[in-house]
Each structure stands twice: as structure tokens, then as C-alpha cells.
């Protein structure tokens, strides 16, 4: 899905490139519940893993900000270096918990956001800005035990895939917008204590 909304991005195709990236995003939820289901988990699949979600969530998502303007441009390496950074720290096998947002959901606001206002640079542009610190500080993003249990991700999942599949494309896009801001902004304390 990265490597075609590349293609797309790069063709003009902004519509298609927004819709990739958020097949891609399902398809990130999906692929270890699978993985580990066929037993099928290896050294090799975790690289992929990375590689893939640097594709998809780094280079194809930077790619929705991607305009003539060399100021665009500049924003387009930050934020791809700031989700390569985010997936260095997580995949490093560092013995502490890297706390930054996961670059999966800053990558589906972003393509939501421009599927819904038609490309509006304005508002990607705050946005990129406004996910770059929340991805690589240890402080801003406030992890929860229910949002992030598995139980939940399969609820998400199924409601992803209905929305998908039996709506049109503007509720889609606001399941899976609001389905990333709770991650940023639900306020932990009516869940549970911070992990």
C-alpha cells in the first residue's frame, strides 16, 4: 500500500494516495494478529514490519504534503525523519517503553484530513507540525491500557472495515480521524493509570 500511494502521490493522484495509506493502516492493525496466529513470527518479518510502515506511514504519508513550495518539501523530510526516528526507538530493543504517538495514527489524521477538506495545505501543514513532537518526545503522548489493549484494536478493526465497505467515504474517514485523535487526546484518567 506505501509503495502504491508513492506511485500515486507522485502521479498526482492525491485522492488515491490518501485511500492507500489508510488500507495500509488496516492492513498494520491485521498483520501481526495474523502473523502470530499461523505461527508464523520471524526476525525477518519483524524487518519487514519496519520497513513497511516506513514506507507507508513515513514516506507515502510525507508525500500528502508534498507541493513546488520549498517550504513543503522541508516539512516532508521532517516529518518523514521524525517517524524513522519513532521506529528506530520502538524497534531498537532499548529496555525501556519508547512512549512517543505511534507514527500509524499521525499518518491516518493526516490522509483523513485531506480526503475530508479536499487537500487543504493550511491544515496539513498545522497538523504535520503538530504530530512531529508528539512521534519522537517521550512526554507529549499519554498511552492508556484500554486504548492501547488488543480487545479494543479489534473493535476498531471490524468498525474499520465495515466503514470501509458498507459506507461511503466521508464516515469512513471520520472513523478513522476520530479513531486516531482518541489516541492523543482521551483523557486517561477516566480509563486507567498510565502504563
Known sequence: MGMASILCSLNGHHHAACWLVLIGY??????????????????????????????????????????????????????????????????SGIPFMYRGLPCIYSSAILACVSLLTGGNMVVLRIIAVAMIPFMVSQTFYPHDRVLESQAWKKVVYIGGIAMVFCFSFPPACVYYLLWSVSYILFPTALWSSKV
Open 26 to 91: 488496516l492492513l498494520d492493525l491485521a498483520d501481526g494478529a495474523v502473523a502470530r496466529q499461523l505461527n508464523a513470527c520471524s526476525a525477518l518479518g519483524a524487518n519487514l514490519d519496519d520497513f513497511a510502515d516506513f514506507t507507508t506511514f513515513g514516506i507515502a504519508t510525507s508525500l500528502l504534503l508534498r507541493t513546488p513550495n520549498l517550504l513543503d518539501n522541508i516539512l516532508c523530510m521532517f516529518y518523514a525523519l521524525s517517524v524513522f526516528v519513532r521506529l528506530c526507538f520502538f524497534s
